[in-house]
């Protein structure tokens, strides 16, 4: 991960690429296809809940910025100053 305003995430999800593996993971977790919205939507959040926990577990400040003109990276060194955080490297 890297990067003050946002998390990236590098990977990907291959064997949801394809019909046989959406097929694999519906069965795993016991969802019908007529709730597979819901369901996304339910993980969708469960992630964000826990990420946002972590964020102000370790007393982040959030900040939603409405609008693609502002200028993140200006916002993110300026929060970053103000709490004092330095950039970190993780491996790989």
Do not use: T, W
């Amino acid at each position: 991960m890297s990067g003050f305003d946002r998390l990236v995430f590098r990977g990907n999800l291959r064997a949801l690429c394809g019909l046989p593996g959406i097929e694999q993971y519906v069965a795993s977790e016991q969802v019908v296809y007529k709730d597979f919205g819901r369901h996304v939507e339910q993980v969708s959040r469960q992630l964000k809940q826990a990420s946002l926990a972590r964020a102000e577990g370790e007393g982040r400040v959030i900040q939603y910025l409405n609008s693609s003109a502002v200028d993140k990276g200006e916002v993110a060194c300026r929060m970053a100053a103000e709490q004092k955080i330095r950039p970190s490297r993780f491996p790989g």
